[in-house]
């Protein structure tokens, strides 16, 4: 059957769902071992037949509730178009074998590739091309390497109002992973694409960092994935668009990696509630000194403000608004949570939410705060239908998916919201 695209179309964080992007982990998540885990982004190896497990729950919750798009099926279809096909492979290729030690083996495999069907070749873009002979040892065992990180749909493009921003990777192993979603958002959705790295080469952008809050604001991390000339870009376009806009910035740590980006500390879940990691708010710990600042523009002129924190930023511009938080009470209970994505929630609509099981004293706050707890295997099962409940979190469960650095926000690509 066909797959029809729907409008392109995201004005809030947490207006109805009608259609999501997403990315099934496939053998590209086992093609990593304990010495490239860390060049990939990830704090350890995964169990597959785990994930498949945890993401078949979560991905079912989805399936339930919205319009899913898979990315694989989309860009096989991409790759029926001869043009389409030759830009991704030789792109693909430029952006993996930087030398020109090896143009011979590049211009062979660039045959090869060509020749193959459009499921093959999807399927070796994605999770990446053997070397014919490979010595056992060494850790470059690819021709073209898997997109390990591919599944966090989130990252490398994001939906802003009626276009989409084609974000500027910070780390070499998720370049390519631009390379698809801008092939499919051009050209399968036909929507109008934004891109920093092309207003300024050091411009970077990630969608974990970009929350799109209201039709006149965006909530923005600038950490190690978003930096300032990123959100520069942002709000120069806006400024030439916007009589009236705002941009609230949150300054993330440098490191850990738990803190890569915004919504591993903060994420909105109604329009009067909001996940949070204490510290943050209170600017103690590793927040010490982390800047929080609202860039408002108002007639095409730019000025930024010093904020308390991004709470009291957005009480500021009007918003009431109550955080619950990651990790409930005990500061030590909450920097564990935090670590595997507690604060990482993604909203189906006002108050209607996903996240993982595992991080039971953040549930717990949720509970306390309204929200029914609803097992994933419930919602699948149709013992527990989620339109029956005001607001509901969908908890599903998360032993491996977390050890990959990310959670539910950070594994769905929101199209189309109410």
């Avoid at 970077?204 to 604001?217: I, K, N, Q, Y």
């Avoid at 955080?323 to 920097?335: A, F, K, N, T």
């Avoid at 705060?369 to 419930?378: I, K, M, P, R």
């Amino acid at each position: 059957m066909d797959i029809v695209p729907c409008k392109v179309n995201v004005s809030s964080e947490t207006g109805r769902l009608r259609a999501v992007l997403l990315r099934r982990p496939g053998i590209e998540i086992e093609r990593m071992t304990p010495q490239n885990a860390a060049q990939a982004l990830y704090s350890d190896i995964l169990d597959k037949p785990t994930v498949d497990r945890e993401y078949g729950l979560f991905s079912g919750v989805l399936e339930r509730w919205t319009n899913v798009y898979y990315v694989k099926e989309i860009l096989k279809t991409l790759l029926d178009d001869e043009k389409i096909r030759q830009h991704l492979v030789v792109e693909s290729l430029r952006h993996d074998r930087r030398t020109s030690q090896q143009q011979q083996v590049i211009n062979g495999l660039f045959d090869h590739l060509m020749e193959l069907d459009s499921a093959q070749l999807a399927r070796i873009l994605i999770e990446g091309y053997e070397k014919e002979h490979w010595d056992g040892f060494s850790s470059d065992r690819y021709l073209l390497k898997p997109l390990y990180n591919l599944f966090f749909t989130r990252d490398a493009s994001s939906t802003i109002y009626n276009r989409v921003l084609i974000n500027s990777m910070s780390f070499e192993v998720r370049e390519r992973e631009s390379l698809i979603y801008e092939a499919i958002f051009r050209h399968f959705f036909g929507v109008e694409l934004l891109n920093a790295a092309s207003w300024n080469h050091l411009a970077r952008t990630e969608g974990g960092d970009v929350h799109v809050a209201s039709p006149d604001l965006l909530c923005v991390g600038e950490g190690i994935r978003t930096n300032a000339k990123g959100i520069d870009f942002l709000a120069q376009t806006f400024a030439k668009e916007r009589e009236h806009f705002n941009i609230l910035v949150q300054e993330l740590p440098q490191e850990p990696e738990s803190f890569i980006h915004l919504d591993m500390v903060f994420t909105l879940l109604g329009q009067h509630y909001c996940m949070v990691f204490e510290p943050m708010l209170k600017k103690e710990g590793i927040f010490a000194n982390k800047e929080t600042t609202l860039i408002s523009i108002a007639n095409g002129k730019i000025s930024y403000h010093a904020v308390p924190n991004i709470l009291k930023g957005l009480q500021k511009l009007g918003w009431d608004i109550q955080p619950v938080i990651c990790g409930g009470s005990d500061s030590w209970v909450q920097l564990r949570e935090q670590w595997h994505s507690g604060a990482n929630f993604f909203s189906l609509g006002d108050c209607q939410v996903m996240g993982y099981r595992r991080n039971t004293y953040t549930i717990d706050a949720l509970d306390k705060a309204g929200f029914s707890v609803l097992n994933a295997e419930d919602i699948i099962s149709g013992k527990a239908i989620m339109n029956s409940y005001e607001k509901f979190v969908a908890a599903f469960p998360g032993s491996e998916l977390p050890r990959a650095g990310g959670g539910a926000r950070c594994m769905t690509m929101p199209i189309l919201r109410d």
